[in-house]
């Protein structure tokens, strides 16, 4: 059965949507990962992301996000993929996308403007990477960013 959405929003009804955009950044053969903490509370290996604000491009929230959240200034050498999933919040199916990019640090002290959000932070080679990344979008984004 196929779900009806909205003429206007082109949403499902009862599903929110949000849009995200983030970074993998690269330096000497390793990624930058971060901690957070999940919906559940669980502590989380992860990339840099986070939400578009009103007017911002997903390139302006990548540079954005990642700098809130690492402490560097970044820049984009190029496009990754967009990742697509939904899960529940507070009973609320929500419909995410989120528009990844490759990035190389340009500067800044490596100290997150966010300590609120970032449990902890560290380069990580590829293989570290796969073994403590569980989101399978993460998996997925390092298998691409991985490719030659």
């Known amino acids: 059965m196929k779900m009806e959405r909205s003429p206007v929003t082109g949403q499902q009804p009862g ?13 000497g053969g390793k990624v930058l990962l ?9 502590e989380v290996w992860t990339f840099p992301k986070g939400h578009l604000e009103a007017g911002e ?20 050498t190029g496009k990754l993929f967009t990742a697509e999933y939904s899960f ?10 989120v528009r990844w990019y490759r990035m190389e640090r340009r500067g800044g ?10 449990v902890d932070m560290k380069w990580a080679s590829m293989e570290e990477a796969r073994a403590v990344l569980s989101y ?9 960013f991985a490719r030659p």
């Open 15 to 27: 599903c929110d949507a949000e849009h995200s955009a983030g970074g993998v950044v690269s330096e």
């Open 34 to 42: 971060i901690r957070v903490r999940n919906l559940e509370g669980a």
């Open 57 to 76: 491009t997903p390139e302006a929230a990548a540079v954005r996000e990642v700098a809130e959240e690492t402490g560097y200034d970044c820049e984009i």
């Open 88 to 97: 529940l919040r507070n009973g609320r199916r929500v419909r995410k996308d």
């Open 109 to 118: 002290d490596g100290v997150p403007r966010t300590p609120d959000e970032i």
């Open 136 to 144: 399978p979008s993460d998996l997925k984004l390092i298998e691409i």
